[in-house]
């Protein structure tokens, strides 16, 4: 599976810190690129944003259509069959774009993983799998099947948020992650919110809130 090459906005000299974010079924890296000035980060702390691309594939719950996707989804239902063999390639993939980033020097620590629903389950499943300091991840409009296997025994810092109209990923699928998430272990900082399958304003600023303490 050959992933296109990533988005990447790099600040003003050298990055102290790095967001990985993934963008949701069908949309590309470009989804999410325009958040950033929303997100009103302070420049001095040197954020690079990488938004990856997903591979075009033929998404079976679309009658086969060819989109971009990072794992297939055989039916609406998300707790029937999971492609936990898709997951994980994209999670491997991830995992190598965080190598990557360190390459550049950005310590491991200081790199926050983040996703929107199907980049949400890629950005869960890769923290969780990572043996790796992690600045945290964020998990939005997201759910975690559980037949995926996620063993790392270090604690992350987490994000988690939804729409309580959301018609796409059912809530009670990311209230019922993030009750596993707790019960692994992991430090969930929960967020809901009147709005369908989408990010809203609030969300946005509830999200600044928590990348300034887990970028400082």
Known sequence: MEYPPCIEIDPPGDARYTIIWLHGLGADGNDFAP??????????????FVFPNAPAMPVSVNNGYVMPA?????????IAKIDVEGILRSADYLQSLVEAEMAKGVKPENILLAGFSQGGVIALTTALRSD????????????????????SPVPRHIFQAHGRMDDVVPRAAAADACRRL???????????????HSVCAAEVADITGWLLKRLD
């Open 35 to 48: 958040i950033i000035p929303q997100l009103r980060l302070p420049e001095d702390r040197q954020v690079r």
């Open 70 to 78: 990072w794992y297939d989804i055989y039916a609406m239902d998300l």
């Open 132 to 151: 790796l300091p992690l600045a945290g991840v964020m998990g939005l409009s997201t759910y975690l099947p559980k037949t995926v296997p996620v063993d």
């Open 182 to 196: 707790k019960d692994m272990g992991h430090e969930v900082d929960w967020h809901e919110y009147d709005m369908a």
